[in-house]
């Protein structure tokens, strides 16, 4: 099952969000791939006031609908996040495989509803105890068109107002932020804390500079994709390399020999794409291994395809079924056929 989480603003069926999916399963070589859409409070006909909290809380609760009404193994579930979903989708993933998550990587405490962050808080313990204090297996993580967070700034342009950039100041440009963004989205640190909750168990010592996370004891290999166009001009294509890069950040790989070879590659790619009428790509992949267990990330850099265009390629389709084909094979030679894990269903609240 792919489980897509769409961009900011408009409902799922809106602009390039339905030949999406249309795509997901036109390229589907043996027809058994679902998709589930959703949309995030406040958004479509969905009610509700769309916050950083409300949106994870929206995500975790797609999942385990697919977990306990449509009986799905989370091994067969690929998380897909375009623009704003990739951080929907990476902080969901993180809430099944670390509890520590929300003590390290919060939101604006002051604009949020208290209730809620704890909610997720708990919610996220009682998962973890539910596996035995390990992580969730899922099939993968697939962000497209990602950013690393709200407040990162690519030539003093914060992504969701980069639009608005050409007509307004940047003095402006900080007083609409400071005064009106508050979320944070920071999908980098939750992306580095996804990789560590993957590799390290609980039983090792933990150095001092990185924050204990829960281990991923069910799952020996994870798979993140990350794919964004040249031509994208609402985030630039940069924040994928944040992404690629916060894995490794403070660790022996994070070296200036990693990214030069990278940036030589993709002003090569450049120089030879600006003439080129067909789309190519240019990829990277580093795995991660620790403690008999693997992260492999993967970074695509496509010629052109825009902020939203990109995601009705066939090659975004044909990452996505190579990456639950893996995760497939994957299933048939370490667990049960048909094993679906106990996901704790969410409890109602209210503020």
């Known amino acids: 099952m792919g489980m897509t989480f769409h961009g900011n603003a408009g409902h799922v069926g809106q602009d390039q969000r339905a030949p999406h999916v249309r795509s997901l399963l036109d390229n589907d070589p043996v027809g058994h791939t679902h998709v589930l859409a959703i949309d995030y409070r406040g958004f479509g006909h969905s009610t509700g006031r769309p916050t950083e909290a409300g949106l994870i809380l929206d995500g ?27 951080g929907v989708a990476t902080a969901t993933l993180l809430h099944f495989n670390d509890p520590e998550t929300y003590d390290f990587v919060g939101f604006k405490e002051e604009y949020e509803d208290q209730w809620l962050r704890d909610y997720l ?32 700034r690519v030539g003093g342009i914060i992504p969701v107002l980069s639009p608005l950039f050409r007509w307004i100041s940047p003095q402006l440009v900080d007083c ?40 991923s004891s069910s799952s020996k290999s994870t798979s993140i994709r990350l794919i964004h166009a040249l031509d994208d001009l609402a985030i630039h294509p940069l924040h994928s390399d944040l992404l690629y890069a916060a894995p490794f950040a403070g660790s022996f790989s994070d070296s200036p020999e990693l990214h030069q070879d990278w940036n030589s590659r993709v002003d090569d790619f450049k120089k030879h794409a600006a003439g080129e009428h067909a789309i190519t790509t240019v990829s990277r992949t580093f795995p991660l291994q620790q403690n008999g267990n693997r992260v492999n990330m993967t970074e695509t850099l496509v010629s052109r395809g825009g902020h939203n265009e990109i995601t009705t390629f066939s090659l975004i389709a044909e990452a996505a079924h190579a990456m639950l084909d893996d995760a497939r094979d994957a299933m048939r030679g370490e667990t049960k056929s048909g094993s679906v894990p106990h996901i704790p269903q969410p409890q109602s609240s209210s503020a």
């Open 176 to 215: 609409l932020t400071s005064t009106f963004v508050v979320d944070t989205w920071n999908t980098a640190a939750r992306l580095s804390r996804l990789t560590r909750a993957k590799l390290m168990p609980m039983e090792e010592p933990v150095p001092a500079e990185m924050p204990a996370s829960s281990p």
């Open 60 to 86: 975790v609760t797609a999942v385990k609908w697919a977990i306990n009404n449509a009986s799905v193994p989370t091994e067969r579930i690929l998380l897909m996040g375009h623009s704003l979903g990739t």
């Open 121 to 152: 808080k708990e919610d996220a313990k009682s998962i973890a105890l539910a596996n035995n204090g390990g992580g969730t297996p899922f099939a993968g993580l697939m962000l497209i068109s990602g950013f690393a967070d709200l407040n990162y």
